[in-house]
């Protein structure tokens, strides 16, 4: 099974409010990213957290990692429309051998 | 636009054919992923090449196989297609790879749509 599950499926808010993602993962990791993608079309990196690492931000992101409960949240606050996409995690194992990608959510950003 | 280029954009083809799909990584990425994307599977890592060798094995099945070659494209050869394998096949490349130090950001490219008939 998938090493990462995201959470919830889908979300569908009004644009300037705030949307926040969960990821989960299964065993230890080495980095846990964030990637994006528009329907059909490549997964977009967003932004790297590493194990040692507990809050990242970037532009309107902020990413968190709690490695105690194995979970993640990507935070994209004053939402607008164009961030209508899919949000997966990927987790680099410890072993460094295998990237996961988990489940996605789906967002939408009603104008 | 990623520099990460993937050809052809979409493929039809029939059961039991064979198909090769191509990528060319961005200038200065050692390593090359690829993946399969499904409804039913999600996005699946298959195989990750680095400087021409194979670096790590995901969920690839024994009908498919890659390849890296010396200019560090790489090419995915799916044979004995079935139905199932209809899919979104990505390559995504890195300046580093899984197990190495450096960066591990991978950048994908557009995909390759397999419909198998």
């Known amino acids: 099974s998938q090493q990462g599950e995201e959470d919830p499926q889908a979300l569908s808010i009004q644009e300037g409010e705030n949307a926040t993602m969960n990821c989960s993962y299964k065993t230890s990791i080495n980095n846990l990213q964030w990637y994006r993608q528009n329907s059909g079309r490549g997964l977009v990196h967003l932004i790297l957290i590493r194990s040692n690492e507990r809050e990242k931000h970037s532009g309107r992101l902020r990413v968190t990692l709690d490695t105690s409960k194995k979970s993640s949240s990507l935070l994209i606050t004053a939402s607008r429309a164009a961030d209508t996409a899919s949000y997966f995690c990927?987790?680099?194992?410890?072993?460094?051998?295998?990237?996961?990608f988990g489940t996605g959510t789906s967002l939408t950003v009603i104008p | 636009d990623s520099g990460v280029t993937q050809t052809p954009k979409h493929l039809i083809t029939a059961t039991g054919q064979r198909v090769t799909l191509r990528c060319s990584p961005r200038?200065?990425?050692?390593?090359v992923y690829w993946y399969q994307q499904s409804l039913d599977q999600g996005l699946q890592f298959l195989i990750q090449y680095y400087n021409g060798e194979e670096r790590a094995k995901g969920n690839i099945l024994e009908r498919f196989s890659a390849q890296q070659f010396p200019d560090l494209h790489s090419e995915l050869n799916l044979s004995s297609l079935e139905l199932g394998d209809s899919a979104l096949y990505f390559c995504?490349?890195?300046?580093?790879?899984?197990?190495?130090?450096?960066?591990?950001?991978?950048?994908f490219g557009p995909g390759t749509r397999l419909t198998v008939l």
């Open positions: 995504a490349s890195s300046v580093a790879g899984i197990g190495l130090a450096g960066p591990v950001e991978q950048f």
């Open positions: 200038s200065g990425d050692l390593s």
């Open positions: 990927a987790t680099l194992t410890n072993t460094g051998n295998q990237f996961y």
